[in-house]
């Protein structure tokens, strides 16, 4: 089964931060990567897919990089709504998982 | 509009079974593997079960294998999960969701086990 490492699982920004979230892989899954947020109470939503393509409707300031086992999540300037958990998740085998998660709180 | 409306969760003992349901709409569901999330309070987000769009393929995450199965009806457009042998630690929000994607999702149904 492939397991899935976000780091950090906590961090605290500011407005207008750059954030940066990361997530590893133990096996190489190309690039089936999907970045999710979520916010307390919700359903996540689907950001970032296929590791850099940006879901219809997200804001450019969020992206994805990434391929094989080393994935990155930015927020180029974080936004009072960008308060949430983020997750990753592969869908490179019919085993899916998700990554432990990432909780940005304000500073 | 894609929506799927989750049904089912409840209070129950341990040892004991429920059986959820996804009602789907806004979609040919036939066409689509549909997929079961979990998340206990406070928790992650844990996959727990992905049935293909004839039923075909089935896989279950290790947690829940042997007392867990998925099924669909493509007629109903209904996705089901019967959970039996439950345990506390299969307390948790349940969703469904489409595709291995989770572009779509439902609200979940709150499974909680205790006596």
């Known amino acids: 089964d492939i397991e899935m490492t976000q780091s950090p699982s906590s961090l605290s920004a500011s407005v207008g931060d750059r954030v940066t979230i990361t997530c590893r892989s133990s096996?190489?899954?190309?690039?089936?990567l999907t970045w999710y947020q979520q916010k307390p109470g919700k359903a996540p939503k689907v950001l970032i897919y296929a590791a850099s393509s940006l879901q219809s409707g997200v804001p450019s300031r969020f992206s994805g990089s990434g391929s094989g086992t080393d994935f990155t999540l930015t927020i180029s300037s974080l936004q009072p709504e960008d308060f949430a958990t983020y997750y990753c998740?592969?869908?490179?085998?019919?085993?899916?998982?998700f990554g432990g998660g990432t909780k940005v709180e304000i500073k | 509009e894609v929506q799927l409306v989750e049904s089912g969760g409840g209070l129950v003992k341990p040892g004991g079974s429920l059986r959820l349901s996804c009602a789907a709409s806004g979609f040919t569901f036939s066409g689509y593997t549909m997929i079961w999330v979990r998340q206990a309070p406070g928790k992650g987000l844990e996959w727990v079960s992905s049935i293909s769009s004839s039923s075909s393929y089935i896989y279950y995450a290790d947690s829940v294998k042997g007392r867990f199965t998925i099924s669909r009806d493509n007629a109903e457009n209904a996705l089901y999960l019967q959970m039996t042998s439950l345990r506390a630690e299969d307390t948790a929000v349940y969703y469904c969701a489409r595709d291995i994607v989770l572009h779509y999702w439902g609200q979940g149904t709150l499974v909680t086990v205790s006596s």
């Open positions: 096996q190489s899954i190309s690039t089936y």
């Open positions: 998740q592969h869908s490179y085998s019919s085993l899916l998982s």
